[in-house]
């Protein structure tokens, strides 16, 4: 049989698999204390849960089933579903994709990631340090997968250059030359994925999960203040700034298959970064006007509600306006992006049309074609499901059959919820994972007696630390095709780094949560 033979029928079983327990669900007695809805809305969750875990078919077209199922199954009508898939959370990630396509099309994301890895300095763990620190920044902003594989090849450049000019315990041969790749290669390879994947976490629009516990935390709880930008960047920035260190110190000390510092190489070793520096040529008009737009951009989320300093309070810009509850993060990201658009940065007739890029910072093509139209509909599938959660009374039925939660302490529940998660993303996509189990996470923290957020932020983080195989994110697979890395190296280095991301998160959890936002 061959691969694709076994692919379809692997998807004809999850699609019919799918509809079975669909129906089953529906065919079963009602449940003690579940509304009719209820237990509908339950059906067209497992159906869904199936369709999306086992990929049975792209997982936009899943997303779209509420429009179908709610109004059938008389859970919501139409005009209450589709509003949800245009929650301005989906404009948010819009906003900010189109500034990192931006970033992208004028290739200022690679000179920003070139100049932090020059910073960081020439040593063997220095410049692995320097592409982490590179990969979870620009990861905080653009796509974590366009971040690895901008810097893949750059990194295995390095490596090869390295190993060609380096002795290993005073030898150079052909064999040394083996090793050193082996373990500097290892090393860097799992260290672009690990941390592109820790940055992601850093922002609101750094990786869907994100996204989706910002609208999820939303529709489930509109009494409570929503998390802003900002916010969700005090409480996840320490985390990356902790793990990422963790993360070099470990693969560096452990992983390696020969310590590191037997390594000997010239510092001229590092000019391959500077050579990469110097074949940008000097920086242009529309990377400064990109890197203008984007650091604006980050200051206006930053500044845009009052911001306390200790003793000082810093205005925010909003409440320049009589009504600035009427702006948030997603209309600065709407006007950013719309202003990329319409930004010329040409302004002679000899320079006017020769630019293949273009004449703008952005164009439609470029957004149309890059845009990953897809997850902006999981997105609105995902808040159509929060919103019959809500609507339904599922939330507080689920939360019922979970009371036995409330006679375990805090620490170990949140460090199950991590553990659950991380391993359960190991062979499922984060994002559908985390629309999947989120609203349980909500319920289950207020029938313990606990803030939804206890439960529902560490399960999100939990999301996107999953480090073991290379189908369980994008920067893993990607430096897998490297062909330096192999799954048993990837398992072994990535198991113990998803008990350290489980502890941390439970740590921060528990330390920051309930100053920050509660």
Known sequence: MSNLQFLFKKKIFVLVGGVVLFLIILLIPLPEGMTFSGKRLLAVIVLMACWWIGEGTAIAITALLPLILFPILGIMSSKQVAPNYANHFVFLFLGGFMIALAMEKWNFHKRLALWIIVLTGTGIKQIILGFMIASAFLSMWISNTATTMML???????VAQVARQSTLNGRQDEFSERQVIESMGLVLMLGLAYSASIGGVGTLIGTAP??????????LYPENPEISFVEWMIMAIPVVIIFIPIVWIYLCKFVSPIPLNQIEFAESSGDII??????????????????CFFSATALMWIFRKPLELGSITVPGWSSLFSNPEMFNDSTVAMVMGILLMVSPVHFSREEIGKDKRGDFLLDWKTVETRMPWGILLLFGGGFALASGFTKTGLTGWIGDQLTVLSSFPLWVVVL?????????????????TSTIILPVMGAAAIVAGFHPLMFMLPATLSASFAFMLPVATPPNAIVFGSGWVTIPAMSRAGFALNLIGAALVTTLTLLFIQTLFL
């Open 416 to 432: 199950c919820v991590c553990l659950i998660i991380t391993f359960l993303t190991e062979l499922t996509s984060n994002t559908a």
């Open 210 to 219: 994100n996204i989706v516990f910002a609208g999820f935390y939303k529709n």
């Open 152 to 158: 893949l090849p750059v990194g295995m450049a390095v």
């Open 274 to 291: 500077k050579h990469e520096l110097t074949s940008l040529g000097k920086i242009t008009r529309p990377e400064k006007m990109v890197a």
